[in-house]
């Protein structure tokens, strides 16, 4: 299947019609994906010629970005993607301080993470498989607690 959408995924019609085809990033044919990928490449300015400088200013009024990357990932290849790390043309994982996209802060994530407003954390188990513990216990009181309420139940609710 990976191999039948790495042929595909550039074509003008699978990009205007299939959302996965537009995080789809060929390592090995990066020229391609910034030619023709309608969605990533935009988004995180790496497009010289399409810059956009509220992209930058929007992550830079972040107080935090908290990325979660899961251990078990095999719907975001590679996992690392999840932090902003890439393979290089050779199919090695390139962390996200020796990107680009990093290096010449086209998005303002170097900025944020020179701040100490960058979160990397690590999760135990497949894509966006959340544990509800983790979740009461670590990721609300650490990132929400002035957003939401825990009950005594643990459920959760907005502040107004």
Do not use: C
């Not at 509800?132 to 957003?147: C, G, K, R, S």
Request: hydrophobic letters at 40%.
């Amino acid at each position: 299947m990976r191999n039948l959408f790495k042929s595909g995924a550039y074509l003008s019609w699978i990009q205007n019609r299939v959302v996965q085809a537009q995080y789809y990033r060929d390592p090995q044919n990066y020229k391609k994906y910034l030619e023709k990928n309608i969605f990533l490449p935009h988004i995180n300015n790496e497009v010289e010629a399409s810059r956009n400088e509220s992209y930058k200013d929007n992550l830079k009024a972040l107080n935090k970005l908290v990325l979660i990357r899961f251990s078990e990932d095999t719907m975001v290849v590679p996992s690392e993607s999840s932090w902003f790390g890439f393979f290089d043309e050779e199919m090695n994982i390139v962390q996200m301080e020796n990107q680009d996209l990093y290096l010449q802060d086209w998005i303002g994530l170097r900025w944020l993470n020179e701040k100490g407003r960058v979160d990397r954390l690590l999760q135990d188990g497949k894509h966006m498989q959340i544990d509800e513990d983790y979740f009461v216990n670590q990721i609300v009181p650490t990132y929400l607690a002035n957003l939401v309420d825990i009950g005594v139940d643990k459920s959760l609710t907005l502040q107004d």
